[in-house]
């Protein structure tokens, strides 16, 4: 049974170290010149960190199966678009779109049929792909 409407945000994983070593490295820097960027970026990677502990807390990690996966050149990267066929514990499954460089993902767009892990949140459907 594929169930499509109701598709969670994808959450990019980040660890709880390198969520702290950015606390870190932002409250150092924000001294700097350019303190107001770096705070912000700071604040984004923690926001980061937080989502994946919450997904992490809730999720449950599944083989999602690789429905479609291509690679996409353009001028100045070249990166990998991978369907997704995430399933749920109560038996139903949904697809997703998942876009990034990472070697791993590299790797799905040369295999006619292959898996990738990722964390899902059964409730809210929010998902990362494990890297």
């Given at each position: 049974m594929?169930?499509?409407?109701r598709t969670?945000?994808?959450?990019?994983?980040t660890s709880g170290r390198s969520g702290a070593a950015a606390?870190?490295?932002g409250a150092v820097t924000a001294l700097s010149v350019a303190g107001l960027v770096v705070a912000g970026m700071t604040v984004a990677i923690t926001h980061?960190?937080?989502?994946?502990?919450a997904l992490e807390a809730a999720g449950t990690r599944v083989e999602a199966d690789v429905v479609a996966a291509e690679?996409?050149?353009?001028?100045?990267e070249?990166?990998?678009?991978?369907?997704?066929?995430?399933?749920?514990?109560d038996g139903v499954t949904f697809d997703v779109e998942h876009r990034c460089t990472h070697y791993a993902c590299a790797a799905a767009?040369?295999?006619?049929?292959?898996?990738?892990?990722?964390?899902?949140?059964?409730?809210?459907?929010?998902?990362?792909?494990?890297?």
């Open positions: 594929t169930d499509t409407p969670g945000p994808e959450v990019p994983l606390k870190g490295v980061d960190a937080e989502k994946t502990a690679r996409v050149e353009s001028a100045d070249v990166v990998y678009e991978i369907v997704l066929r995430i399933p749920v514990p767009t040369r295999r006619s049929a292959t898996t990738r892990p990722v964390i899902v949140d059964p409730m809210t459907r929010a998902w990362a792909v494990i890297h």
